[in-house]
């Protein structure tokens, strides 16, 4: 049985910062991607950062300089450390892997807060 498992949301002030951990478990197939999207309330789910197995990495705009992504391809885990947080970060983020069959899994998401 597949799972990524997430930890590190929670309630932070603006300019705070936040460590995402997301850890897979039961992919036996080489993941090639993995990322995290968030979906605030009622608005889309969009793409905040990927990175591919030979660490290339993708950035929506709204977070390039103060988001980074990081993976540990042994431990299939994947990181997204935030900064300078903005009360317009706040959302439930999502991890995504894709496998090398093209399957893709989901987490069961993380709140992340971002207020005074």
């Known amino acids: 049985q597949v799972q990524l498992v997430e930890s590190g949301g929670g309630l932070v002030e603006p300019g705070g910062s936040l460590r995402l951990s997301c850890a897979a478990s039961g992919i036996i197939f080489t993941i090639y991607t993995m990322g995290w999207y968030r979906q605030a309330p009622g608005k889309q789910r969009e793409l905040v950062a990927a990175?591919?197995?030979?660490?290339?990495?993708t950035y929506a705009d709204s977070v390039k300089g103060r988001f980074t992504i990081s993976r540990d391809n042994a431990e299939r885990t994947v990181y997204l450390q935030m900064t300078s947080l903005k009360p317009e970060d706040t959302a439930v983020y999502y991890c995504?892997?894709?496998?090398?069959?093209?399957?893709?899994?989901w987490g069961q998401g993380t709140q992340v807060t971002v207020s005074a």
């Open positions: 995504n892997m894709k496998d090398s069959l093209g399957r893709i899994y």
């Open positions: 990175v591919t197995r030979v660490d290339t990495t």
